[in-house]
């Protein structure tokens, strides 16, 4: 079992950035696979990014904007996401696993409590 905690969410115009940090602890870090989903209201919760060791993996709606990155020393993977856009607000969640990245968020038992973005027009 690994414990995740989000950080970083808020209010950020359209064009606007931020950077989500998910911060583990438990077993050893670098061995999870650590991905990005989120969750808008009325929506299914959808993957949004994910990383295991150098291996990077995002949704069509996020390339060329979001970027998933990873410090294994600090146990912490991050999300850089740049040109957000309203369709983006969402509860942003952290979840890991053991294995390659897939997309399905039924592969995830291990899960952070989110951390909300919202974008404004």
């Known amino acids: 079992q690994v414990q995740l905690v989000e950080s970083g969410g808020g209010l950020v115009q359209a064009g606007g950035s931020l950077r989500l940090s998910c911060a583990a602890s438990?077993?050893?870090?670098?061995?999870?696979?650590m991905t990005w989903f989120r969750q808008a209201p009325g929506k299914e919760r959808q993957f949004v990014a994910g990383?295991?060791?150098?291996?990077?993996s995002y949704a069509d709606s996020v390339k060329g904007r979001f970027t998933v990155s990873r410090d294994n020393a600090k146990n912490t993977v991050y999300l850089q996401m740049n040109s957000l856009k309203p369709e983006d607000t969402a509860v942003y969640y952290c979840?890991?696993?053991?294995?390659?990245?897939?997309?399905?968020?039924?592969?995830?038992?291990?899960w952070g409590r989110g951390t909300q973005v919202t974008v404004s027009s």
């Open positions: 438990g077993r050893t870090f670098s061995d999870y696979t």
């Open positions: 990383i295991r060791w150098s291996t990077t």
């Open positions: 979840a890991a696993r053991e294995g390659v990245i897939l997309t399905g968020s039924s592969w995830y038992t291990n």
